[in-house]
């Protein structure tokens, strides 16, 4: 079975510029998890969707992050305008949304904004 | 509120040590604890699960039992391999109802030599 897939898995850019962050999670599952991992901050959570509804978002850094989920089988991150600070790896789960159930990770997309 | 604490890394080793990762946790209710392990460049792939107090969960020479009495799941291997060196997370389920969201702990970097 294939697992969550991201694009990019690379992405270097300048600042200012908008990034687009794109993931697929894995088929049948109703749960949707962006996070952000850095060497400062660790793992964070930005949002969390259920059934394409996003729940939870209090994790989002500031307005120029943005999330959508159009239907179950896709779901992006965008961040507009980039900056240095948003340099970091951002991971995409999914889970099959049953209470308790383990997350499971794409390889996330290595980001660095020059 | 839920949260997960665990021993701060880096843990180094010799090849054929015995390990042990400790995690604890605070959580209202009945969670479900994860152990996730994340080698360089990847992202987060679920290592083991235990699902309610005494379980045991065990994965690739790997096991955790979810002891109640004490709030800990701590991680244990009777012999590393060099090929071990990862992030090792401990998390648990939020056991709040409706919810899929996963509590992470900060991560222990685990270094095996020869």
């Known amino acids: 079975d294939a697992g969550v897939i991201q694009s990019p898995r690379h992405e270097v850019t300048e600042m200012g510029q908008e990034v687009t962050l794109r993931c697929k999670p894995i088929?049948?599952?109703?749960?949707l998890f962006w996070y952000r991992q850095t060497m400062m901050r660790g793992l964070e959570l930005l949002i969390y969707?259920?059934?394409?509804?996003?729940?939870?978002d209090s994790g989002m850094p500031e307005d120029r992050f943005s999330a959508k989920m159009p239907n179950a089988s896709f779901s992006t991150l965008k961040i507009q305008p980039s900056e240095p600070r948003d340099s970091a790896v951002y991971f995409c789960?999914?889970?099959?949304?049953?209470?308790?159930?383990?997350?499971?990770f794409g390889d996330g997309t290595r980001l660095s904004i020059l | 509120g839920n949260s997960v604490t665990q021993m701060e890394g880096p843990v180094t080793l010799s090849e054929e040590a015995f390990l042990t990762i400790n995690c604890t946790y605070t959580a209202t209710g009945y969670p479900s604890l994860f152990w996730y392990v994340q080698y360089p460049g990847e992202g987060l792939q679920l290592l083991l699960k235990?699902?309610?107090?005494?379980d045991k969960g065990s994965n690739k020479g790997f096991e955790a039992t979810y002891r109640k009495e004490t709030t800990s799941f701590h991680l244990e291997k009777g012999s590393v391999q060099v090929s071990d060196s990862a992030v090792y997370f401990c998390a648990l389920s939020d056991p709040r109802r409706n919810t899929d969201k996963l509590i992470f702990g900060t991560g222990t970097r685990l270094q095996v030599f020869p």
């Open positions: 969707f259920n059934n394409n509804v996003p729940i939870d």
């Open positions: 789960a999914s889970c099959a949304g049953q209470g308790g159930q383990p997350q499971h």
């Open positions: 088929s049948g599952h109703n749960s």
């Open positions: 235990a699902t309610k107090a005494d």
